[in-house]
């Protein structure tokens, strides 16, 4: 049986990486086999395209264009459905991914202004049609979340205040027009406090899961998949 596929998404220095490590100890304790992942380089081919769309071209080179960054994205998601993510849910396993393809409609198609149709095609092309079973939205003003950065700021990050609250309200648009999939989460409260949210929904969500397996309903990955426990060797593959 299919695994859970969970996703957190949000502008930069919403706290995504600590909530997705949260989560993966939380769903260890409860016996599951985890893969905690990202986008993009969430492979070895997809962490040779992160260098190029986070820290740029050669010297001398042209920036990358919003339809070529596009493709780029895709790229990497599908390497990463294929190598990563699609196997781990045919092993029954829990995947924790920091970002997916949520964040390329909301950067490209909002940050970028390219069209949103377009951008969400190419995605689910990519992936052959595969979504989070549960997508966690940080919300954040992106002036205060990116106060939070203790790196030097990338591509993406520096791409000026505008081009955040685009890609902030393009995330806000998402989980409005996807209520079943999305869960948005005030990411302005403290830490504990927004994993309280979390571990609530998430255990919900696998109670729910656990309900459909006893009823005997047989269902797809990315639209309420979900298998039992399946006994791990200690942590994250």
Known sequence: MAGLFISFEGVDGVG?????????????????????????GGTPLGKALRQLLLHGV????????????????AADRAQHVAEKIRPALERGTVVITDRYLDSSLAYQAGGRELTPAEIRDLS??????LLPDRTYLLDMD?????????????????????FQQRTRNAFLELAQS??????????ART??????????????????????????RSVMPGSGSFAAPVPHAGGAR
């Open 191 to 216: 830490v504990d406090e927004v994993w309280d949210v979390i571990r609530a929904d998430f255990d919900a969500l696998l109670a729910s899961r656990t309900a459909s397996v006893d009823e005997g």
């Open 58 to 73: 050669p010297e001398g080179a042209a920036d990358i264009a919003p339809r070529a960054e596009a493709l780029i994205f």
């Open 178 to 187: 996807e209520p079943d999939r999305f869960r948005v989460v005030d990411a």
């Open 16 to 40: 995504k990486t600590t909530q997705a490590t949260r989560l993966r100890e939380h769903a260890l304790s409860l016996g599951f086999e985890v893969v905690v992942t990202r986008e993009p």
């Open 142 to 162: 992106p002036s205060r979340s990116h106060e939070r950065l203790t790196h030097s700021a990338d591509r993406m990050e520096s791409a000026g205040g505008d």
């Open 124 to 129: 689910l092309w990519a992936t052959n049609g």
